[in-house]
């Protein structure tokens, strides 16, 4: 019996042992797993620190850039809201007429029948010439276009509607598949007397220069009188569409050339004219 107790410890030591030496391990595993833990943590921290302290300079930074954006877009609305070409009128102009040369960019309009000359550009060669005219005579001109771009039938109504004119004229040369010539006015066709008025103060003024032939002040739209030309039925103000000799005619395309500037004059005086005469306003010299 004592030797078999003396034995069997013996036979437990080893057992003891390797119970110790496998709790020895399981406390390494679990100071690994806490410093892997710890060093997450510490990383987690400094990220966080460093994402709070962007954020803060990101605001800090956007409350300066925010100025400065809505300093930009209120540049920008203004440009929409008034045109480049708008000229808003000084202290000395005596009223505000808005002169609208048709087409423009991809759309050339009618041209001859080489197809060389563009009615675009012809538009805009005797719009900016009348501008000078009106000009010289103390007018604000806004033009809807001082340049080849396209600009759409809406835009150039709002550009008029939110100028405060008293008159629009929309400036064009007439296209005709067959033989045609001659200047013609177009009017709403409600025939509103000052907008008639200016219509044929414009045509007698092209007259007196010289053209080949009088078409007449016309009500509508070419080929049907119960609509309207959309410069015509969407401004608020009098207005007036004015083709200015046929582009397949070689003689009106002579006489534009030969006449633009007095053209030009001529259709700046009959504005003039018809906002004295209508009184569109007040104590004109």
């Given at each position: ?50 994402a709070l302290v962007g954020a803060i300079k990101g605001a800090l930074s956007k409350d300066d850039s ?220």
């Open positions: 019996m004592d030797e078999e107790r003396n034995f069997q410890p013996q036979r437990e030591q080893p057992a003891h042992n390797t119970h110790r030496k496998k709790k020895y391990k399981i406390l390494w595993d679990r100071v690994i797993i806490a410093l892997v833990a710890l060093i997450a943590l510490i990383v987690g921290i400094v990220m966080l620190i460093s925010s100025s400065a954006v809505k300093a930009n877009a209120s540049a920008i609305s203004s440009q929409q809201d008034t045109p480049e070409s708008v000229q808003q009128p000084t202290d000395n102009t005596l009223f505000t007429v808005v002169i609208d040369a048709g087409h423009g960019g991809e759309d050339v309009g009618s041209t001859d029948f080489s197809g060389a000359r563009y009615e675009k550009e012809d538009c805009l060669r005797i719009a900016k010439l009348v501008e000078k005219h009106l000009k010289d005579m103390n007018v604000n001109v806004i033009m809807t276009r001082t340049e080849d771009v396209y600009v759409t039938l809406d835009d150039r109504c709002k550009i008029a509607n939110d100028s405060k004119a008293v008159i629009f004229v929309s400036l064009h040369r007439n296209y005709f598949d067959g033989e045609a010539q001659g200047v013609e006015v177009w009017v709403h066709n409600e025939k509103p007397e000052t907008d008639t008025a200016l219509a044929q103060n414009i045509l007698d003024g092209l007259k007196g220069v010289g053209i080949s032939a009088d078409r007449g002040v016309n009500f509508g739209y070419r080929g049907n009188e119960y609509v309207n030309y959309q410069v015509n039925r969407e401004t608020n103000m009098p207005s007036c569409l004015v083709e200015l000799g046929f582009m397949q005619d070689e003689q009106d395309n002579k006489l534009f050339d030969d006449n633009c500037d007095a053209y030009a004059k001529a259709i700046a005086e009959a504005i003039y004219k018809t906002a004295k005469d209508r009184e569109l306003v007040k104590n004109l010299p």
